[in-house]
């Protein structure tokens, strides 16, 4: 097998998604709606699959993290709090012939006039991204909220909350996965950059002076993490926050970014968060959000490290970052190109395709057989398929990332083996159906 | 075992739900957010566990049904089409005193007076029951959106998307979890009628004149399933909506409804829609949303079968049903009272509890051993806890349903085994350590 297109347009990726079900343009038959996406029957997998493992190694497997889910819409007072309503914030100029709009901070140097039009522009302003609403049957201001920016702060008030309910000892975090709305004046590169995301959160909760080793510890944790589920090293890195850039909240804030066609672009970033949310929400609501620390006798208010992580974004970046083109040898000896998706089997929409051979009336009985058994452990999700040559078969589930095919032929009716077909090498070993759920377990092993 | 008090009130499952953090008011620090509610570490676990049976029953063990995730905000044309922009308003009247707002229709006929403060009321108007925002830096009718009050429209105007890349043929069902919201005049009743909710939501497709059928199998499916995973069958009934309360797009409804406190309340409304919804999208954006039959080489429109049931319901359901408060008889033979939560044991957010008798530096160590060894397994949430005495540590896991705990006592030094305990019946049952994951495997079996 020989990789034959690098780097890969990222249209490539954006086709194959739409192709087979994973992403589509939300509202499409209106025409869209500005860069905002819905995923498909095999996006929808992809991205449970994605948030079920973040739960899983951080949540369920540790004992110091607890989850929640907060709603999105929250009191506007936490928003005065947290400093968004004052401060979430960008810089926008406006053309004055077009009309179109720029975030000032995003033009080149060499942008003095409109990009797309040569007009001038107006001023620069500044221009909130949250989105507001009007809860209750009147519209004025007393009932003015917002859809939440982040999930954070969902965590923050609720801090006292799941301390007394849970008992938990520092350090421990909170995570959680929900929707966030950013009203961004340009979105776009696919689901980059979209106004409506998924989020992916933990505040964790440290005693202050741990806190700068417990964000050098986070920094390393998760960059491991988009590492271990298949992101090649040589596409991720870390980068530190320089004094202009940081948020007012945080001490020091690390980005893992990933190398796209465009440039490198935030995965996650981890913040340091400091004191700030706990102190702020405790003077604005009047309520104690401490911790009383039983060895010292004092309340004190812990320091936050955050590692925030967008659903979409590890979405795009697996999937772009399993996009293959090959060139291989087929079984005739002909050489042929495929497009493979090299996602990690834990990660991939289907996990095992059943294929008999043929329709042929002798074969479909044991492929159904082989097929029920296997979908009644309710382990792995399985497709069974038998449309088409098996060869292009093969070429479907290669390309939607199936990390193994079962398939069913002529033989197998006399010595009761069937055929694994690997993804990635494409070789196929031959196995009992009797050992086809401990050969699974191992495999699918965490 | 005596149960002691039914019906339970509301408020005794309210006031657990907080103290053992299943749910908490959200935004509480700031005096809460008009019926707004966080899930916390076990609500978010119950939901979790909900939402992964619905999607393992409905999606992931059925080949004729298929997932998606939309988005939340849609093209604002997808409300023009639905009806939702003319029709989705409740009758509103407004106290001339003390400004407070009724829907009409919930009134009794007695109260032709404010029931707050007797002041008498404005004329009656439609008020509109979608969240309006506004979508790019600039407030004008042209970016306004809505938030979606349903989900099914995301997946009517992906219909063709979803055909096409997933070749499937009728009957086949589309099948989705997520947010949706509705400005409610008179939201209440804890998670009952909230402003955002979830909703798991299926719309199944089937040729023309198999719709009635179908929708008489959905509803007794939809019924089970509720049955299936614990609700008592005399707390649960069926009700057919008549012509004055169906919904301009349905040919018939049948909702699942719940003996709540304050009366019988809807759970799921299993709907047929007929072709209505894919008529109107075919119109409205000049796109031909329809199924090509292959037998009969005809371009036909399916009908719709809808099962659309709220998660934070049915959570509410699942955890007010399961509560129970018992009168038992402890080991030194004293009557006691207990609260056990009988959830089924795969919506329990914690399923086992590892518990050492005490914290005896050699009881802690196997414990440690016991406990890591089943969380390896990745395959059910556990809790290790040696605070306290046995006692109370199984009244807490009794109060949030976790269905076995697992002890370790001095004799488990000796002989390697250990003890189950059900939360049900309180029985103990012996067991070897080394047959405890064959034993849950078992016991947490589908």
């Not at 340091?272 to 009047?286: A, I, K, P």
Request: aromatic share 12%; net charge negative.
């Amino acid at each position: 097998m020989t990789e034959i297109i690098r780097p890969i347009p990222m249209e490539k990726l954006v086709s194959l998604c739409k192709r087979r079900g994973f992403i589509f343009q939300s509202s499409e038959v209106y025409g869209g709606l500005g860069s905002t996406w819905d995923y498909g029957p095999l996006g929808v997998e992809l991205k449970r699959n994605l948030k079920e493992l973040w739960w899983h190694d951080n949540i369920h497997s540790r004992e110091d993290i607890v989850g929640l889910d907060a709603a999105i819409l929250m009191h506007p007072k936490v928003w005065d709090a947290s400093g968004h309503l004052e401060g979430f914030s960008d810089p926008m100029v406006e053309c004055r012939s077009c009309n179109h709009r720029f975030r000032t901070d995003q033009l080149r140097s060499q942008d003095a006039t409109c990009p797309d039009c040569g007009g001038s522009f107006t001023e620069s302003r500044m221009f909130n991204l949250m989105f507001k609403t009007f809860m209750g049957p009147v519209e004025d201001t007393a009932s003015t909220v917002y859809l939440r920016p982040e999930t954070a702060q969902g965590m923050f008030v609720n801090f006292v909350n799941v301390l007394q309910s849970t008992r938990k000892k520092l350090p421990f975090g909170i995570g959680q996965i929900g929707k966030a709305f950013r009203n961004e004046i340009t979105p776009g590169n696919f689901v980059f950059r979209t106004r409506e995301f998924e989020q992916m959160e933990i505040e964790f909760f440290v005693m202050p002076g741990t806190d700068d080793a417990w964000h050098k510890k986070w920094v390393q944790d998760r960059l491991n993490w988009y590492i271990h589920y298949g992101i090649r090293s040589e596409n991720i890195q870390l980068r530190e926050h320089n004094a202009e850039e940081l948020a007012h909240y945080a001490k020091a804030t690390v980005d893992i970014e990933y190398r796209f066609p465009w440039g490198w672009g935030e995965l996650e970033g981890i913040a340091n968060r400091t004191d700030f949310d706990l102190q702020r929400h405790s003077s604005y609501s009047g309520e104690q959000l401490s911790y009383f620390d039983e060895t010292t006798g004092q309340h004190i208010i812990p320091y936050i490290i955050e590692p925030s992580g967008g659903v979409d974004r590890a979405a795009l970046t697996f999937l772009y970052d399993a996009y293959r083109e090959e060139e291989v040898v087929s079984a005739n000896g002909k050489k042929e190109r495929r497009v493979v998706l090299q996602l990690h089997p834990l990660l991939a929409p289907v996990k095992i395709a059943v294929l008999p051979l043929s329709r042929h009336p002798d074969l479909v009985p044991l492929a159904r057989e082989v097929f029920l058994r296997l979908q009644d452990l309710g382990r792995w999700q399985l497709e069974y398929d038998d449309s088409q040559s098996i060869g292009r078969r093969y070429r479907r589930f290669d390309e939607i990332g199936t990390p193994y095919c079962v398939t069913i032929d002529f033989q197998s009716l006399e010595d009761s083996q069937v055929t694994i077909r690997d993804r990635n090498d494409m070789l196929q070993t031959r196995i009992p159906i009797a050992g086809l759920e401990a050969e699974f377990n191992q495999r699918f092993h965490h």
